[in-house]
Antibody, heavy 125, light 111 residues
Framework: QVQLVQSGAEVKKPGSSVKVSCKASGGTFSSYAISWVRQAPGQGLEWMARIVPIVDIEQKFAQKFQDRVTITADRSTSTAYMELSSLTSEDTAVYYC?????????????????WGQGTLVTVSS | QSVLTQPPSVSGAPGQRVTISCTGSSSNIGAGYDVHWYQQLPGTAPKVLIYGHINRPSGVPDRFSGSKSGTSASLAITGLQAEDEADYYCQSYDIRLSGWVFGGGTKVTVL
């Protein structure tokens, strides 16, 4: 049973960066992809990026975040990381990591299960 | 403005049936990509309810069912219970955006 445990809440200044970690237990970390999804206060879900730890070069980004997000994975500690730079107040949100479950054929058919508990990132001067 | 459109809220009395629609377009649901549904209880992370339009993970009650037709999908909850009060989201892939998209979410209220 895969479980994902994320790092704690962060408060950041506008213009700075934040790095969120997501540690996996159970299962084989390298055998599945990890996605990052965020949720602004009172808002819906927004997919940001994905990484396949066994093939670090296999990364995909939502167009909106392409220039500001860096995702990495450390296979030795079964931990994925998401770093978001040039923060503004619009980036205040709960950030989730989630394991992808494989659908039929292409990764486009995947869904997310399970999810981490979420990390609240507050951007404020 | 979400790429997938859901009603902001639906409500029903205990025991009733409610449905939540998820309307997309020819670049996502209509292109044949799978639709998945999530339940998010207050203050918690989302949990998958339905994957691949119609499949329920083990542990999800059969009161929850999914369907898809054309550029839309639906989630039905039969025998509504107080514990079903939550936000529900649909998810699919959009070929124009080259990534996954979610609906704006629907809040289910049990009267």
């Amino acid at each position: 049973q895969v479980q994902l445990v994320q790092s704690g809440a962060e408060v950041k200044k506008p213009g700075s960066s934040v790095k969120v970690s997501c540690k996996a237990s159970g299962g084989t970390f390298s055998s599945y992809a990890i996605s990052w999804v965020r949720q602004a206060p009172g808002q819906g879900l927004e997919w940001m990026a994905r990484i396949v730890p066994i093939v670090d070069i296999e990364q995909k980004f939502a167009q909106k975040f392409q220039d500001r997000v860096t995702i990495t994975a450390d296979r030795s500690t079964s931990t994925a990381y998401m770093e978001l730079s040039s923060l503004t107040s619009e980036d205040t949100a709960v950030y989730y990591c989630a394991r992808e479950r494989s659908g039929r054929g292409s990764w486009a058919y995947n869904w997310f299960d399970p999810w981490g508990q979420g990390t609240l990132v507050t951007v404020s001067s | 403005q979400s790429v997938l459109t859901q009603p902001p809220s639906v409500s029903g009395a205990p025991g009733q049936r409610v449905t939540i629609s998820c309307t997309g377009s020819s670049s996502n649901i209509g292109a044949g990509y799978d639709v998945h549904w999530y339940q998010q209880l207050p203050g918690t992370a989302p949990k998958v309810l339905i994957y691949g339009h119609i499949n329920r993970p083990s542990g999800v009650p059969d009161r929850f069912s999914g369907s898809k037709s054309g550029t839309s999908a639906s989630l039905a909850i039969t025998g509504l219970q107080a514990e079903d009060e939550a936000d529900y989201y649909c998810q699919s892939y959009d070929i124009r955006l080259s990534g996954w998209v979610f609906g704006g979410g629907t809040k289910v209220t049990v009267l």
